[in-house]
């Protein structure tokens, strides 16, 4: 076996029986070797004019439960010879063995660059950039808008061909990030053969930390975490389908206490994702504004978990309730306070689920929209409308389609709305165009749509207009970066009036910036950073095999350990007790891949085991766990 990589706190399942019989076909992601122990990349995101959040996650060297000391350094060049900004931090199982900075003290309207250290090696070099002044008027901004990538559903091909591009300052993404399903369970592509990890239904914390790791092994997704900035949302998915504050559709009362999933999905998603936490800790709140000058705010909202009362049908008595709210009545108030106090020529809304009407004959067609919170979505419009809030572009995910739609109230109109396409989940194919035109006729406030294609919307604001591109790739089923535009449409400044056209936007002079490569850089000894700084030192020669993660640790019953195989072979697996005594052994053939391996601890007695992994009967793995 030449590498098999394993790791704490995620997880991934080879051959859930073991036999000959049992083979699975080649995963979709695999660990690239040259990235370790930050196997799942880097990522910064939720930008501001003096700061940036930077993250990694580091795979420990043991399972021991053991502090890491991980060491970062921010630059203002690729070659980290202009430090700005340096420090260290200790991280551990309890997080996941997450990191999570707040740097501090940056110029605003700047790249940046920084990596991260630990066990004597480098992370791969990740990119950022700062928001500008309060005061700045930025010529043009632009943003990529991302939305509903189903890992089983096909490549991610869309973060590939955002990662081509160097015209982008941030990527908002509007939830969906991930889904919760079991292998199987929603739209899997047997084109694409992806399969995710763990197999079940993710429903514990253990789970969404496994659910994250295999997603950010994916080299798209974590390539374009490495080149820019992400704003951050979720949608149901990343809990459970149609949640909402008191439930959701995909959850029952087999798996638990709603309230303890919902509020695991939170804590994995604030582990595994750039996103600045709250002033008060564990309260996980993702609603929040992010300026860029006088051009643009970007104001974030939870339509989700913080205040959504359940889902109703059509009819129902409850439909108008002044009652029922779509934020909750501390979200609503803020996100009204924002939009009365923002100096901002234009007000971008992202968020989850389409705030425009979507109706057949008179009839909304998804009461999970704002179609089925009218009561407050009036109150929200009225707001704009009647206080004069001029240039208010919401933009929006969810529904897996593309579209364009000036947001009706009465017979004028509030603002504009974009909605993105999704990465990979599929959307609905009524037919050669057959149902756009239908869909357009029953609505006239829609100017365009498209029901199938799976893409990439680019938002560029300048002090004339805002006007979104959308891009489409060419297909799931394979890797293909490549990507086309589809259409355009723009609005004037202080218009809600929507224009086609057949120029796309192009961006300003001062958005291009070195790229760092895929691996961490080559430094000669010379140039190495200087022997204080933690947990830095040459680099070691790969190891074959490396732990992602073994979850839970300690274990109660089920032990699942997470790990990849980067070539087909042969494998043992034996756990020792603190005398020597082997309490569990099983070989098998381990195809190339990602898996998780699920051992039943039931009937080991309380107390330390290690478990070993040979390769041809040589010992290549050790990694200890506790029976409780």
């Not at 089983?152 to 941030?170: H, P, T, W």
């Not at 992400?230 to 959701?248: K, P, Q, R, T, V």
């Not at 796309?504 to 790229?515: E, G, L, M, Y």
């Not at 850089?521 to 022997?531: A, M």
Request: aromatic share 12%; with cysteine; hydrophobic share 40%.
């Amino acid at each position: 076996m030449k590498a098999l990589i394993l790791a704490g706190g995620v997880i991934l399942l080879c051959l859930r029986v073991f036999s000959q019989s049992d083979l699975l076909e080649t995963r979709s992601v695999v660990p690239e070797p040259c990235m370790d122990p930050f196997y799942h990349g880097v990522a910064s995101g939720d930008p501001m004019k003096d700061r940036v959040i930077i993250w990694t996650r580091v795979t420990p060297a043991d399972e021991n439960q053991n502090p890491v000391v991980v060491g970062w350094k921010v630059a203002t060049d690729t070659a980290m010879s202009d430090i700005v900004q340096s420090g260290s931090l200790i991280t551990t199982y309890e997080r996941d063995y997450t990191v999570k900075i707040d740097v501090t003290g940056l110029q605003p309207d700047q790249w940046y660059y920084y990596e991260f250290y630990a066990y004597g090696k480098r992370s791969i070099q990740g990119r950022t950039r700062t928001t500008p002044l309060e005061d700045t008027y930025k010529d043009s901004l632009r943003f990529a808008v991302v939305s509903c990538a189903n890992f089983e559903a096909g490549f991610f091909n869309v973060y590939a061909s955002l990662a081509d591009r160097k015209d982008i300052d941030a990527v908002l993404c509007l939830g969906d990030y991930y889904y919760e399903y079991a292998t199987g369970g929603y739209s899997p592509n047997p084109a694409a053969g992806r399969v995710v990890e763990p197999l079940h239904e993710i429903v514990t914390l253990d789970d969404y930390r496994m659910r994250h790791s295999i997603y950010r092994l994916d080299k798209d997704l974590r390539r374009l975490h490495q080149l820019f900035p992400w704003f951050c949302i979720w949608d149901d998915h990343e809990s459970a389908n149609d949640a909402w504050m008191g439930g959701a559709e995909n959850h029952n009362s087999g798996e638990g206490d709603w309230i303890a999933r919902k509020e695991a999905s939170k804590k994995a998603y604030f582990e595994w994702l750039p996103i600045r936490d709250n002033d008060q800790e564990g309260q996980y709140e993702i609603y929040r504004t992010a300026s860029y000058g006088v051009l643009v705010d970007i104001m974030l909202l939870d339509t989700r978990l913080t205040g959504r009362s359940e889902q109703v049908s059509w009819g129902s008595s409850q439909l108008n309730n002044a009652n029922r709210s779509m934020l909750g009545t501390a979200q609503k108030n803020w996100f009204l306070n924002e939009l009365s106090t923002s100096t901002a020529i234009y007000k971008l809304v992202a968020q989850q689920v389409m705030m425009a009407p979507l109706t057949a004959f008179g009839i909304p067609v998804n009461m999970d929209q704002w179609d089925g919170y009218p009561t407050e979505r009036s109150q929200i419009l009225n707001h704009v409308f009647y206080n004069g809030i001029q240039n208010f572009v919401v933009l929006t995910g969810d529904i897996h389609t593309a579209w364009t739609m000036e947001i009706p109230i009465g017979a004028s109109r509030a603002g504009v709305e974009f909605v993105t396409p999704s990465v990979t989940s599929p959307g609905m194919d009524l037919g050669s165009g057959v149902g756009e035109s239908v869909i357009m006729a029953a609505n006239s406030h829609i100017k365009w749509c498209n029901l199938n294609r799976k893409g990439y919307m680019i938002v560029d604001v300048n002090q004339n207009r805002v006007q979104s591109d959308w891009y489409f790739v060419n297909t799931i089923d394979a890797a293909d970066a490549a990507a086309v535009w589809a259409t355009s449409y723009y609005a004037n400044q202080g218009s809600t009036q929507l224009h086609a056209t057949n120029s796309i936007a192009f961006a300003r002079p001062d958005i291009f910036s070195d790229v760092p490569q895929h691996c961490p850089r080559i430094v000669v000894e010379e140039e190495e950073p200087e022997p204080e700084e933690p947990g830095l030192a040459v680099q070691e020669v790969q190891k074959d095999i490396i732990v992602i993660g073994m979850y839970p640790n300690p274990v109660s019953t089920i032990l699942n350990i997470h790990f990849s195989n980067l070539e087909t072979d042969e494998m043992t697996m034996e756990i020792l007790d603190e005398t020597g005594r082997n309490v569990f052994k099983e070989t098998f053939i381990c195809q190339q891949g990602s898996w998780i391996k699920q051992i039943n601890t039931t009937d080991f007695a309380p107390g330390k085991y290690t478990l070993f992994i040979h390769d041809e009967g040589n010992p290549v793995l050790k990694r200890n766990f506790v029976k409780y």
